[in-house]
């Protein structure tokens, strides 16, 4: 090519986004009227490779189709740019029909399929290339971990190992990815084979080979030989360091951790982020904020990776605060668009009770994936916006297992038990793998709507599957037994089950008093005490619901107090309505007027309801009276207190109020809701 065609060609290299493809056609224009265009391919190449960069393709193609002259690299070009675009399947149909195919072409095939996880079509590319290089293998090993099959990845590597040609293609990011997959297989034992072919063969002992073996062995909690290969190494660095600490951490020896990470002198935010995310790691997110703090004034610059750890601490102390600190900050340097940020981010403002500012940012997000989404599943769930989360699980692109089970769960809380059924069915239709999440959802559900048939065949099921012991399965099915009137089957489940935190108690104690059995309850409390498990604002509600069902005051005036005082717990407002409704029941009615009086919250209409029963039933008049007209204040088109005010008129032979009243609700057109039953439908 003469000068100023070079110039022209390394001009068009540069047109590399759709804000330049102005200057690529007019370039294209330009060679087409001085007639080099057919005669020069490199020429018509670059003008390929510029309309795919320039995210034109449908320009590439009419191109590419009137080329009277092609070779490997047009069609490269052509396949590689329709793979970058997303159009997989345009990319797999012209490689289809492609005549001759270089390594270059299968690679591009191979690995396009395998990031997008799609991994039957990358294998049966795999399987069908003549020689596979280290890039095919690499590509298809590492998409096996990626996507959470370590045992394929293993698999595939004895197949390239068993085969004298191809252990050629062997190289360290090949082993490296394979001994990622031996840890989370904990597979120590082959994993170590693998190291030991590493020396035999005298391999190169690099960075990345280090720290996965680092990685390996610390994770089995090897600590002798995760040193021993860091002694190996002339110079570990931070990656190599950090498994080390992460191994430390994974095993709970966050002293251990600290010491690696103390004798380190020129420390990179690769280990100020594993330090950290040990500590989150271990429960300790008041000290992983403290060394964020420290890592501030030492001037080593965060990313992404500790601001997501940060947050991830935030939301586990409920430091609200803080957090919006960590947003500013993200903002300020650039990384708010990260979708592990921003994931993060979304789950601190939902855990610490700020929903409305989740949805906000969501709201303003460019860029999302698949836990994101799923994170505002449970989000929008949370506050009730259901629809917006449907709106979202319909949408995504790629669902996984926690999409479909923040769903159901979303469903069951929101007043839908039917729908997230149905969802389940689905997941079984499609043959999608179930956990214990999606099951004991889907019980939950059964037990909204008291579906004992359908309930027990998912028990059956969870049987078959070898799971009816797990807490959160037997946790559930209590529950749904308790809610489905079957309260000894219930404590049957309770008995048989591991009970190693204060969640099953809770199930069963709730099952006691929302059957009306308050002695049980209390008795049952009595043996959580003396298990040494702790109370939770939860166990709280069902005990004090529990003598309300049984119009135990004193019992109930005891743990109210015991609640403030001896465990302090602060009282929420339905433990409040509680004690004032076992007040009103025993007649205890200006105790459960006091009660309302001095409790930090406003009282609603439930709470004056209970209040104006206890009035009528026994023979207060004049209370009612007061009760009955603060209700009609806070309720104007509450019924109840309408009927109970003119009634009370009625007793007290105060005929004319009475039928004052009853013009009044016809007036305002308030009407007495009319009763109906299951049978009804």
């Not at 855990?351 to 999302?368: I, N, Q, R, T």
């Not at 599943?377 to 449907?390: H, L, Q």
């Not at 926690?402 to 079984?428: H, K, T």
Request: with cysteine; aromatic share 8%.
């Amino acid at each position: 090519m003469d000068t100023s065609i070079d110039y022209l060609a390394r001009l068009l290299q540069s047109c590399n986004t759709h804000h330049s493809i102005h200057v690529g056609k007019q370039l294209h224009l330009h060679f087409l009227k001085k007639g080099i265009l057919n005669s020069t391919l490199p020429i018509a190449n670059r003008l390929l490779q510029m309309y795919m960069r320039c995210g034109n393709p449908t320009d590439a193609l009419l191109l590419f189709d009137e080329m009277p002259l092609r070779n490997c690299f047009s069609w490269n070009a052509m396949i590689e740019g329709f793979m970058k675009l997303g159009h997989k399947e345009k990319s797999l149909q012209l490689f289809n029909v492609m005549p001759q195919k270089n390594d270059f072409s299968w690679n591009m095939l191979i690995s396009g399929f395998a990031k997008a996880g799609e991994l039957k079509t990358a294998r049966t590319l795999f399987n069908d290339m003549p020689r596979r290089n280290a890039i095919a293998w690499n590509s298809m090993i590492h998409c096996y971990v990626r996507n959470g099959f370590a045992r394929e990845a293993v698999r595939l590597f004895k197949e390239l190992n068993s085969n004298l040609v191809e252990r050629l293609q062997c190289d360290a990011f090949v082993l490296a990815t394979v001994i990622g997959a031996c840890a989370d297989l904990a597979a120590l034992e082959y994993g170590k084979q693998i190291h030991s072919h590493i020396l035999v063969n005298g391999l190169d002992f690099d960075s990345v080979l280090g720290s996965s073996l680092v990685n390996l062995y610390g994770k089995r909690g090897d600590f002798n030989s995760a040193n021993h290969v860091l002694n190996m190494m002339k110079e570990p660095d931070d990656f190599c360091l950090s498994a080390l600490i992460s191994g430390y951490a994974n095993c709970g020896k966050m002293n251990d951790a600290r010491r690696v990470f103390d004798r380190t002198t020129d420390t990179s935010s690769v280990l100020w982020n594993s330090m950290i995310s040990g500590y989150i790691s271990n429960n300790e997110d008041t000290e992983a904020l403290l060394l964020f703090h420290k890592m501030r004034r030492n001037g080593v610059l965060e990313d992404a990776s500790t601001l997501a750890s940060v947050l991830s601490a935030c939301s586990s102390l409920g430091f609200l605060e803080h957090g919006k600190q960590v947003h500013g900050h993200a903002c300020k340097v650039g990384v708010i668009d990260d979708v592990i940020v921003a994931s993060a981010l979304l789950d601190t403002y939902s855990k610490c009770g700020m929903p409305s500012d989740a949805c906000k940012l969501f709201s303003e997000l460019k860029v999302y994936d698949t836990i994101l989404l799923n994170t505002m599943i449970t989000v929008y769930s949370s506050c009730g916006r259901i629809e917006d989360a449907k709106h979202i699980f319909r949408t995504m692109p790629n669902k996984s297992l926690i999409s479909w089970n923040s769903m159901i769960v979303g469903l069951s809380q929101n007043g839908s038990p039917i729908e997230a059924l149905d969802l389940f069915c689905n997941m079984n239709k499609l043959d999608l793998r179930m956990d214990k999440f999606s099951l004991a959802s889907v019980i939950s559900a059964c037990a909204n709507i008291s579906s004992l048939e359908l309930g027990e065949q998912v028990f059956a099921r969870v049987t078959i599957i070898g799971l009816d012991s797990d807490q959160i399965i037997s946790t559930s099915l209590v529950d749904f037994y308790c809610k489905c009137g079957f309260i000894k089957s219930g404590r049957i489940l309770f008995d048989a089950m591991i009970k190693s935190d204060e969640i099953s108690w809770n199930s069963m104690l709730m099952g006691y008093a929302t059957n009306g059995q308050g002695y049980e309850a209390l008795a049952l409390f009595n043996e959580m005490r003396n298990t040494g498990v702790k109370p939770t604002i939860i166990t709280f509600t069902a005990i004090l619901s529990a003598c309300d069902h049984c119009g135990l005051v004193k019992e109930g005036q005891k743990w109210f107090d015991a609640m403030k005082w001896q465990y302090h717990i602060d009282p929420e407002i339905e433990h409040y309505s509680c004690m004032v409704d076992l007040f009103a029941r025993a007649g205890c009615l200006y105790e459960a007027v006091n009660l309302i009086e001095q409790m930090p919250f406003e009282a609603d209409v439930g709470m004056w309801s209970s209040i104006l029963r206890g009035c009528v039933a026994h023979g207060d008049k004049g209370l009612g009276r007061k009760v009955a007209e603060r209700m009609i204040e806070l309720d104007p088109e509450n019924a109840c207190a309408y009927i109970q005010l003119s009634s009370i008129f009625a007793t007290s032979g105060e005929w004319e109020k009475s039928s004052l009243i009853r013009d009044i609700m016809r007036e305002k057109h308030v009407g007495k809701l009319p009763g109906c039953s299951w049978a009804d439908g």
